[in-house]
Nanobody, 117 residues
Framework: QVQLVESGGGLVQPGGSLRLSCAAS????????MGWYRQAPGKQRELVAV???????NYAYSVKGRFTISRDNAKNTVYLQMNNLKPEDTALYYC???????????WGQGTQVTVAS
């Protein structure tokens, strides 16, 4: 099972930017789905963005136009560029890897993003 380690979270003011990184312990070239999820206090975990090994990307409606997911297979790393951050983006962000859409897959430990002035 692939091990995932997230980094790049922190405290940022509204309108600011952060780039999250997810480093995988194995080659991610063959992993179908690499995604970012988030969970805010008192809320369920939700999908933020996902990228496939075929190059397809999908985003939650709330982050479209502000967040960009990318994968660097050579570095076994997935990124989430987050721009124009809003207080409602505050959450623990998790990286996920799986080959079957309905499967749980592998999870990282999460990185905290806090958007506040």
């Amino acid at each position: 099972q692939v091990q995932l380690v997230e980094s790049g979270g922190g405290l940022v003011q509204p309108g600011g930017s952060l780039r999250l990184s997810c480093a995988a312990s194995t080659n991610i070239f063959g992993i179908v789905y690499m995604g970012w999820y988030r969970q805010a206090p008192g809320k369920q975990r939700e999908l933020v963005a996902v990228t496939t090994n075929g190059g397809t990307t999908n985003y939650a409606y709330s982050v479209k136009g502000r967040f960009t997911i990318s994968r660097d297979n050579a570095k076994n790393t997935v990124y989430l560029q987050m721009n124009n951050l809003k207080p409602e983006d505050t959450a623990l962000y998790y990286c996920n890897a799986k080959n079957v859409r309905a499967a749980s897959g592998s999870w990282g430990q999460g990185t905290q993003v806090t958007v506040a002035s």
